[in-house]
T-cell receptor
Framework: AQSVTQLDSQVPVFEEAPVELRCNYSSSVSVYLFWYVQYPNQGLQLLLKYLSGSTLVKGINGFEAEFNKSQTSFHLRKPSVHISDTAEYFCAVRANTGGFKTIFGAGTRLFVKA | TAGITQAPTSQILAAGRSMTLRCTQDMRHNAMYWYRQDLGLGLRLIHYSNTAGTTGKGEVPDGYSVSRANTDDFPLTLASAVPSQTSVYFC?????????????FGPGTRLTVL
């Protein structure tokens, strides 16, 4: 079974500052990792995903994440945030042995202040 | 392209009443999912369908039923609603069960059971 822990429920940050949203996972098998973003009153949309290969993954809107197998982490980063990045961010994990279940973290609310 | 549509957008329901949440996708995706989103708990899988004609139980199936008569539609039914089913419900789909497949989400249905 897999589990996901997002270490911060809320992250306030000033506009143009860097941000890191932390995600740790546990799994007895190899996994695929995802970050989704949810803007207010909308569904989730994919930011980026790690399947294999380079551990640094670049996504939409200037976000990137680094897969660290030894630390079982997949932290999301952006060097300079905008007001429009205010949203809820979800880390998710899925076993790469097949199957369909995606396990989501509880979410981190990023609040960008002017 | 509409992607995934859900109806209604929101609903207030008396306890004990039944209700069907509708979900339609136009991407010809094989797999579809229903999640509920509750504060601090992230998204939890209620039911899923690998392909038309088949369904399965997720993490929190009790009190819910689904059907998949065709590829496009995946309705979720609450036979006798209870207040603990107050939540935001998201329908999602993916091209297949492959673990790397991205899930696409609808805009959600906000349900309040009184």
């Amino acid at each position: 079974a897999q589990s996901v822990t997002q270490l911060d429920s809320q992250v306030p940050v000033f506009e143009e500052a860097p941000v890191e949203l932390r995600c740790n996972y546990s799994s007895s098998v190899s996994v695929y990792l995802f970050w989704y973003v949810q803007y207010p009153n909308q569904g989730l949309q994919l930011l980026l995903k790690y399947l294999s290969g380079s551990t640094l993954v670049k996504g939409i809107n200037g976000f990137e994440a680094e897969f660290n197998k030894s630390q079982t982490s997949f932290h999301l980063r952006k060097p300079s945030v905008h007001i429009s990045d205010t949203a809820e961010y979800f880390c998710a994990v899925r076993a790469n042995t097949g199957g369909f279940k995606t396990i989501f973290g509880a979410g981190t609310r990023l609040f960008v202040k002017a | 392209t509409a992607g995934i549509t859900q109806a209604p957008t929101s609903q207030i329901l008396a306890a004990g009443r039944s209700m069907t949440l509708r979900c339609t996708q136009d991407m010809r995706h094989n797999a579809m999912y229903w999640y509920r989103q509750d504060l601090g708990l992230g998204l939890r899988l209620i039911h899923y369908s690998n392909t038309a004609g088949t369904t399965g139980k997720g993490e929190v199936p009790d009190g819910y039923s689904v059907s998949r008569a065709n590829t496009d539609d995946f309705p979720l039914t609450l036979a006798s609603a209870v207040p603990s089913q107050t939540s935001v419900y998201f329908c999602a789909s993916s091209a297949g069960q492959g673990a790397g497949n991205e899930q696409f989400f609808g805009p959600g249905t906000r349900l309040t059971v009184l």
